[in-house]
């Protein structure tokens, strides 16, 4: 198997850097590509200076999606692993990503950890039944494709700033691809982060890629509604709460209701509009084959 890493970063070069001393100790072997975009604290020179990162990409878009698709251009690997910037593979990491490839597995994700005092916390596997598929959901830090089924996904979707992961997921799953949970590929954080640095947490978004994601592939149906709506009468609880606490403001509550249904219906609709470009089971106008301007600048040491 020859693997290749895409680790997207974004003003992280101290959490890259050990994340990348990691990767080199447990995967040397490794085809390692750092998509950097677009960083303001030296984090290309730091990349530059190592001889264990064989491409840099350089691009302008704050987008995690946008960057993941970046490095899928470049990686040679027949399988290609996303790795977040600020994770440290750990020991049995590149053994159990053999050991399930080798096995047949198209799709394979672990744990995330997070150091805590007196020791670490850690995750289980995510599955949902959606309509009529059953979606295996998976964290875009820490998962290993098949090339050929990255190709078949076309990537990831660039309209989400949030939640391509998930998207993904729901993707894999109409195409009745099977994502396998192996505990032992797990990978470390010490702080909390956005997702590849990039991604972006404000609720107007949260809601508009949720809506998106499942009307563009479910369509509009009762199941996408019940979904949405419990999602944010959840968030409106939790809020609401907070007002009565003293931890929020009733403006506040309101200005966070007022985003919640803007996203949703800004969602909903690009996920028809989306749904309608893409009829088929990839589910993807947005992936990897709609452009070829993703990268500023490439530093390649496998052409040197």
């Known amino acids: 198997?020859?693997?290749?890493?895409?680790?997207?970063?974004?003003?992280?070069?101290?959490?890259?850097?050990?994340?990348?001393?990691?990767?080199?100790?447990?995967?040397?072997?490794?085809?390692?590509?750092?998509?950097?975009?677009?960083?303001?604290?030296?984090?290309?020179?730091?990349?530059?200076?190592?001889?264990?990162?064989?491409?840099?990409?350089?691009?302008?878009?704050?987008?995690?999606?946008?960057?993941?698709?970046?490095?899928?251009?470049?990686?040679?690997?027949?399988?290609?692993?996303?790795?977040?910037?600020?994770?440290?593979?750990e020991s049995g990491w590149r053994d159990t990503v053999a050991a399930a490839v080798g096995e047949g597995a198209e799709v394979v994700?672990?744990?995330?950890?997070?150091?805590?005092?007196?020791?670490?916390?850690?995750?289980?596997?995510?599955?949902r039944r959606i309509a009529d598929r059953e979606v295996s959901y998976f964290n875009g830090r820490n998962v290993v494709f098949d090339r050929d089924v990255l190709a078949d996904l076309d990537g990831f979707d660039e309209y989400l700033r949030t939640g391509g992961a998930r998207d993904a997921a729901h993707r894999l799953a109409g195409m009745d691809v099977q994502v396998e949970w192996r505990p032992e590929m797990a990978a470390r954080r010490r702080s909390e982060a956005t997702d590849g640095g990039i991604e972006t947490r404000d609720l107007g978004w949260k809601y508009r890629a949720l809506a998106y994601r499942l009307v563009k592939n479910y369509g509009v149906r009762p199941t996408v509604v019940r979904r949405t709506l419990r999602h944010a009468c959840g968030?409106?609880?939790?809020?609401?709460?907070?007002?009565?606490?003293?931890?929020?403001?009733?403006?506040?509550?309101?200005?966070?209701?007022?985003?919640?249904?803007?996203?949703?219906?800004?969602?909903?609709?690009?996920?028809l509009i989306a749904r309608a470009k893409d009829r088929s089971s990839t589910r993807n106008p947005n992936g990897v084959s709609a452009r070829a301007d993703r990268a500023v600048a490439r530093y390649d040491r496998r052409t040197e």
């Open 1 to 89: 198997m020859e693997l290749s890493v895409v680790v997207p970063t974004l003003n992280g070069r101290d959490r890259l850097a050990a994340s990348l001393d990691a990767l080199a100790d447990v995967a040397p072997d490794a085809e390692v590509i750092v998509v950097n975009g677009p960083s303001a604290d030296g984090t290309t020179g730091m990349v530059r200076e190592r001889d264990d990162v064989d491409v840099l990409v350089e691009i302008a878009a704050r987008n995690v999606n946008v960057a993941r698709n970046a490095g899928l251009e470049v990686a040679d690997g027949d399988a290609v692993a996303f790795l977040g910037y600020d994770h440290r593979v």
């Open 109 to 127: 994700t672990g744990p995330l950890r997070r150091t805590v005092k007196g020791g670490a916390t850690s995750e289980g596997p995510e599955r």
């Open 235 to 271: 968030d409106a609880a939790g809020t609401f709460r907070d007002v009565l606490g003293g931890d929020a403001t009733p403006t506040g509550w309101v200005g966070n209701g007022r985003d919640v249904a803007a996203g949703i219906a800004a969602g909903a609709s690009d996920g």
